[in-house]
């Protein structure tokens, strides 16, 4: 077993540089794909319940902030841990590795019980607070207080699933994200149609699927067939390893949770100066934005492994080899999807909602908000070569800078000038500064990093 796992390891620092990428990015795109879907098919199918789809709509879109903030948490410990799981791998320190991922499933475990409290307590004021209006508030109750049962199947299947990524699983780490969303796709219309529940049925299918997904990633760190396993004796708490996977994982976390921040901002701001139909409106824009940045974030954490193992490895040059296939792939992608968007904006529009007026809005403000979308690939490949060397204080600026520093901000000033078209431009305008500032800090401090491999 062991000689099987080290052959499977050393292919990250001698395979074809080129198959291996699309033997870990592929599968990994399709799981974040399919793993945007568990959100986007709701929305979906939601946007289409008669008489109410627009109003319930938005009710669910003022449950985003939350919804992110819980898998924020999972990115915390899981895009924390398996990196650094994976530069143990490189350094074959296979017992550093599991002892990272066990005390990774003790904190999400106990993430799990004090976010499902949280939110049970105060999710009512939160959700006025982020936009919900008393027309909206009913159905936005309704599918958050089915949802947060679900919470620890949402860490689980999130946070663990990342440690398959790491050990070059990226088809496994695939299968378990397509478990759940089958099961939910499946689910979807049965629970909120055939049965009348309405948002109810959709966060019941939603943390139904999630468990499924749970149950899958634990069956596999449990066995045998993982290169590092879940061990009872790794899941006692060792605060310096906590603590080195909080350093690296309050990046990931803060670019996640700042999505819920930034969904508040931007929700709070539309109700003020549009209404509800204007914040009807972010939720699709923020959904084809996950549509966009999710897939690209698949292919990031797919080839991640392979620059974590080589700068673990020392092997600099497939180091620089990884990140330029990186770099040139997500810069595509990311033009590509921002030609489609201010080609087609009725087309996605159209995916979420019948209702002419939300369509012909989306269509109007869906360009703006997705203008500087083309450069954004730079950012995450820059970040996500950040992330796999280890760099936790640069990636913890730049997680701040765009969302907190630009993105914000300029949703609060603009609209007080330019109405609420102001908080559209926020978007592009934040996205363009960011990846020219990340750009730049990777240039001066790429080769800087290296050489300390």
């Not at 946007?47 to 919804?67: D, Q």
């Not at 949280?118 to 909206?136: R, V």
């Not at 050990?167 to 629970?191: F, R, T, W, Y």
């Not at 760190?221 to 909080?246: C, H, Q, T, Y």
Request: hydrophobic share 55%; charged share 10%.
């Amino acid at each position: 077993m062991e000689n099987t796992q080290a052959r499977k390891d050393e292919k990250l620092g001698t395979a074809p540089l080129g198959k291996l990428i699309l033997s870990l990015a592929l599968p990994a795109v399709a799981a974040q794909l399919v793993n945007v879907l568990y959100n986007i098919v709701d929305r979906m199918y939601i946007g289409h319940i008669p008489e109410v789809g627009s109003v319930a709509l938005t009710g669910i879109g003022v449950c985003f902030p939350i919804l992110t903030l819980i898998a924020a948490f999972s990115a915390f410990i899981g895009a924390g841990g398996a990196p650094l799981a994976a530069i143990q791998l490189g350094k074959k320190n296979r017992e550093g590795a599991e002892k990272i991922l066990g005390n990774g499933f003790t904190v999400l475990l106990g993430l799990s019980v004090i976010l499902t409290i949280f939110f049970y307590i105060f999710k009512e004021p939160l959700l006025y607070k982020f936009g919900a209006s008393n027309d909206t508030i009913v159905y936005a109750m309704e599918y958050l207080n089915i949802y947060l049962i679900g919470t620890v199947f949402v860490q689980l299947a999130l946070g663990l699933n990342m440690f398959i990524t790491s050990q070059g699983q990226a088809k496994i780490a695939m299968l378990s994200v397509l478990i759940g969303a089958i099961i939910n796709i499946v689910l979807d219309p049965i629970l909120i149609f055939g049965f009348n529940m309405g948002v109810k049925g959709a966060a019941l299918a939603t943390i139904i699927s999630q468990a499924c997904s749970a149950i899958w990633v634990l069956a596999f760190l449990f066995s045998k067939r993982s290169g590092i396993r879940i061990r009872v004796e790794n899941m006692k708490p060792d605060w310096k390893v906590i603590g080195a996977i909080a350093a690296l994982g309050v990046s990931p976390f803060i670019m996640q949770a700042t999505e819920s921040l930034i969904s508040i901002t931007l929700n709070s701001g539309l109700q003020r100066y549009g209404g509800d139909l204007y914040v009807g409106s972010m939720t699709i824009l923020q959904s084809v934005m996950q549509l966009v940045v999710i897939p690209v974030m698949g292919l990031t954490q797919g080839t991640q492994p392979i620059i974590s193992f080589n700068y673990g490895a020392g092997n600099k040059e497939r180091v620089k080899k990884a990140f330029s296939v990186i770099l040139i792939t997500c810069v595509t992608l990311t033009t590509f999807c921002c030609v489609m968007t201010m080609v087609f904006p009725t087309m996605f529009a159209k995916m979420f909602t019948p209702n002419e007026e939300l369509i012909a809005l989306v269509g109007k403000v869906l360009p703006i908000y997705m203008g500087g979308i083309w450069i954004f690939g730079v950012q995450m490949a820059c970040q996500s070569a950040f992330m796999g060397m280890g760099q936790a204080k640069i990636s913890l600026f730049l997680a701040l800078l765009r969302k907190v520093f630009l993105l914000i901000p300029m949703a609060i000033i603009l609209p007080k000038f330019f109405g609420v078209t102001g908080i559209y431009y926020s978007e592009p305008i934040a996205d363009i500064i960011a990846a020219l500032v990340t750009g730049t800090l990777f240039l001066l401090n790429f080769k800087k990093i290296l050489a300390k491999a």
